[in-house]
């Protein structure tokens, strides 16, 4: 069992202008000495994200990937395969592998989201289909 606070991780900036905090990561069996956190069975990590008001990330995709973002403060929106969708609070949402994303702040406040990430072996020729 871990318990880990986001408070307490040092964050790093990812996918060019999001902070992220890692929270958990998936377990490497061959290092006996890796972090605490380092606890994952399945999942390939669990993180806090925040996109900084009036900025944009990225528009990325990940081959073998699927995500969850969960929306916890602000609001903006999504390009996810070229449509834009509005988010907030409460908003959760799936990406399936190799669906093209990004976060849009649009607003002053920051956007405060988890991303749960999962790693996929081998991508079915339907499951990319984002609704």
């Given at each position: 069992m871990v318990i880990r606070n986001w408070r307490d991780?040092?964050?790093?900036?990812?996918?060019?202008?999001?902070?992220i905090w890692p929270l958990l990561t998936l377990r490497n069996p061959d290092d006996p000495d890796a972090p605490d956190q380092a606890c994952l069975l399945s999942l390939a990590n669990f993180t806090r994200h925040v996109v900084q008001g009036r900025?944009?990330?990225?528009?990325?995709s990940h081959e073998d990937k699927e995500q969850i973002y969960y929306f916890i403060s602000g609001k903006g929106?999504?390009?996810i395969d070229d449509?834009?969708?509005?988010?907030?609070a409460?908003?959760?949402?799936h990406l399936p592998p190799l669906a093209k994303h990004q976060v849009i702040n649009n607003t002053e406040e920051?956007?405060?989201?988890?991303n749960i990430s999962a790693?996929?072996?081998?991508?079915?020729?339907n499951?990319?289909?984002?609704k």
């Open positions: 991780q040092i964050p790093y900036i990812g996918h060019e202008t999001k902070i900025v944009t990330t990225d528009y990325h929106k999504m390009l449509e834009e969708y509005d988010v907030t409460g908003d959760a949402v920051d956007i405060e989201y988890l790693n996929v072996d081998e991508i079915a020729d499951v990319h289909s984002p």
